[in-house]
């Protein structure tokens, strides 16, 4: 789960990180005050998404200008005008596709002379099972582009989680931000508050980009961003209550409610699956034959009747689903059990696209049979082969 900037600021304040003071604003109408609370003269006015890339994004809307989603602003007045001209306008930047995202909050934060940029991240290193702090003097630009272009300016600082964050983590963590004295002290003051925070709040990822020296030598974190482990929110109601619903695709959201993995992508052919691993494998030979995936959707090993039956609603309320791959092996999940849901979810919502069913495991012949004597044309397979062969001949 992701939240915006202003929250996560908010987390890390609570931790003792240093950040500018700000207010979060959702009416056009309360922007002024909000502003007039700040000490100025300098305030930041920040379109608050889920993406990046703001400061160099577009509205698409003529009346919101073109100065992009991060602005500055010499008055409270003009802070104002500036959250009029985003506020229920429509931001495109990298992250967001063309379509873009709709701006429903606004935050104005203090200004803050900056004399240096830097990047800092920290986030769960996969290949060896410690959390890394990401560091780098390239601040404010697209980390990506930096580990392309000049990787020798990243540096990577392992904590064993039997350790723990330690003082010489800290010291490494300013090293590869090339702080010494005073600023490296406070680095790794800062290194170890995030560590906390990312640990204690069980974080996927935190982003400071970037992490500034401000000219009075202090560091500040200036932009922050947090996704959070969707299984440990249970144990973090606070952190639950910032999710905006609004910032996320309607099918992946509607998918949560029944508890259905799904994911939207950009192909034509809808994928209907159980188990992860057999997902992947089903998208991947789909772009084998040179189609494209619309979505990764697992049901589980445990679904019922009704979840495959709101699974396959999601698949074909997408416009840019062409054709349905339902590729099932039953283990826990009965192959039964999947046909009828299939079958209830057709007779329901109709079947305008192809249709390719593959079917293997447990209760085989039961689901065989379900599918076969429904009345429905559906496109049988023998094995994921063969159905991914149809299903591309099919939409083709």
Do not use: W
């Not at 983590?169 to 508050?193: D, E, N």
């Amino acid at each position: 789960m992701n939240i915006h900037e202003y929250q996560a600021k908010r987390v890390l304040k609570d931790f003792g990180a240093p950040v500018a003071d700000g207010r979060p604003v959702y009416q056009a109408k309360d922007a002024e005050a909000a502003a007039k609370e700040l000490p100025g003269p300098l305030y930041v006015v920040k379109a608050q998404i889920h993406a990046g890339g703001r400061g160099k994004g577009k509205f698409k809307e003529a009346e919101a200008g073109d100065k992009g989603g991060v602005r500055l602003a010499n008055s409270p007045q003009e802070a104002a005008e500036f959250s009029k001209q985003m506020l229920g306008n429509t931001l495109v930047t990298k992250q967001t596709g063309p379509a873009g995202k709709v701006v429903n909050r606004i935050y104005i934060e203090d200004g803050a002379d900056i004399e240096t940029e830097l990047y800092l991240s920290v986030l769960v290193d996969r290949a060896t099972g410690q959390i890394a702090f990401i560091a780098s003097t390239e601040g404010g630009m697209n980390i990506e582009e930096v580990a392309e272009e000049t990787p020798e300016k990243i540096h990577t600082i392992q904590v064993d989680p039997a350790t723990g964050f330690q003082p010489h983590h800290g010291r490494s963590v300013a090293k590869g931000l090339g702080l010494s004295g005073a600023q490296a002290k406070q680095c790794g003051k800062i290194s170890a508050l995030l560590y906390e925070a990312f640990t204690q709040k069980d974080m996927d990822m935190l982003e400071i980009n970037p992490l500034i020296v401000m000219k009075n030598g202090d560091l500040r974190v200036l932009d922050a961003k947090m996704s959070f482990d969707s299984n440990a929110l249970f144990r973090h109601p606070n952190i639950m209550e910032m999710r905006d619903e609004t910032e996320e695709d309607p099918l992946e959201l509607r998918a949560s409610e029944f508890d259905l993995s799904y994911v939207k992508l950009d192909g034509n052919i809808g994928c209907m699956v159980n188990g992860a691993g057999l997902a992947m494998s089903t998208m991947d030979i789909i772009k084998h034959y040179g189609a494209e995936p619309a979505n990764f959707l697992d049901v589980g090993g445990g679904a019922t009747k009704e979840k495959v039956t709101e699974a396959f609603k999601i698949i074909t309320s997408d416009p840019g689903v062409k054709g349905i791959l339902v590729n099932i092996f039953g283990g826990i999940m009965r192959c039964d059990v999947i046909a009828d849901g299939v079958v209830a979810a057709v007779k329901e919502v109709g079947l305008s696209v192809p249709l390719v069913v593959r079917l293997e495991g447990t209760n085989v012949e039961e689901g065989k049979a379900i599918i076969n004597g429904s009345g429905l044309n559906v496109i049988a397979a023998d094995d994921l082969e063969d159905a991914a062969e149809k299903i591309v001949k099919a939409v083709a």
